[in-house]
């Protein structure tokens, strides 16, 4: 079984005040200072929503039966200009099946993109080195594949309300 996780990087502490803006952010430790908040379907529409009906449409009727839909990419894109005024957020979205696989992930600080469409390893060296964040010491790629399925974020969610997000 494979695994499809696309989620939002930061500094725990900063990813926590995300919940007054999009209610159903989850935060997810991973080890140290950093965590993530997986993009659940929830989350996606609270996103999406952000855009503005009209505009989502709009963007949206520009490619038909694409995916991620080009309002999900815009609504990411925007947020983490946004999330990123005073701290580093990345986006990332990692997945395998089969032997098959992908790893895409943005990196904004100060409101602009910085990084884009690099590996994993390229934004967590940016944060541990430029944004000087304790990692901790699990290798994180194979932290994000702990959930598998096409769910995993979902997953992820779940587990954080039952208070299991951290393996012992």
Same mark, same amino acid.
């Given at each position: 079984?494979? $695994?499809? /996780? &696309?989620? $939002? /990087?930061?500094?725990? =502490?900063?990813?926590?005040?995300? =919940?007054?803006?999009?209610?159903?952010?989850?935060?997810?430790?991973?080890? %140290?200072?950093? *965590?993530?908040?997986?993009?659940?379907?929830?989350?996606? %529409?609270?996103?999406?929503?952000?855009? %503005?009906?009209?505009?989502? +449409? @709009?963007?949206? *009727?520009? @490619?038909? @039966?694409?995916?991620?839909?080009?309002?999900?990419?815009?609504?990411?894109?925007?947020?983490?200009?946004?999330?990123?005024?005073?701290?580093?957020v990345a986006f990332v979205s990692v997945g395998e099946f089969g +032997?098959? =696989?992908?790893?895409?992930?943005?990196?904004? =600080?100060? %409101?602009?993109?910085?990084? $884009? !469409?690099?590996? /994993?390893?390229?934004?967590?060296?940016?944060f541990r080195d430029q944004g000087h964040l304790d990692l901790g010491?699990?290798?994180?790629?194979?932290?994000?594949? !702990?959930?598998?399925?096409? &769910?995993?974020?979902?997953?992820w969610a779940a587990a954080r309300s039952l208070g299991i997000d !951290?393996?012992?």
């Amino acid at each position: 079984m494979g $695994f499809e /996780l &696309d989620a $939002f /990087l930061g500094k725990t =502490s900063e990813l926590l005040t995300w =919940s007054g803006q999009l209610p159903s952010a989850v935060v997810c430790e991973l080890g %140290g200072d950093l *965590a993530m908040v997986p993009v659940t379907g929830k989350l996606h %529409g609270e996103l999406r929503a952000r855009l %503005g009906v009209e505009e989502a +449409n @709009r963007l949206d *009727a520009s @490619r038909p @039966r694409t995916h991620p839909s080009p309002s999900y990419e815009e609504a990411v894109l925007r947020w983490g200009a946004e999330a990123s005024a005073a701290t580093l957020v990345a986006f990332v979205s990692v997945g395998e099946f089969g +032997n098959q =696989s992908h790893e895409e992930a943005t990196l904004w =600080s100060s %409101g602009r993109k910085i990084l $884009f !469409r690099v590996g /994993l390893k390229a934004v967590l060296s940016h944060f541990r080195d430029q944004g000087h964040l304790d990692l901790g010491g699990r290798p994180i790629d194979t932290e994000l594949e !702990r959930y598998r399925g096409q &769910d995993a974020a979902e997953k992820w969610a779940a587990a954080r309300s039952l208070g299991i997000d !951290r393996v012992p």
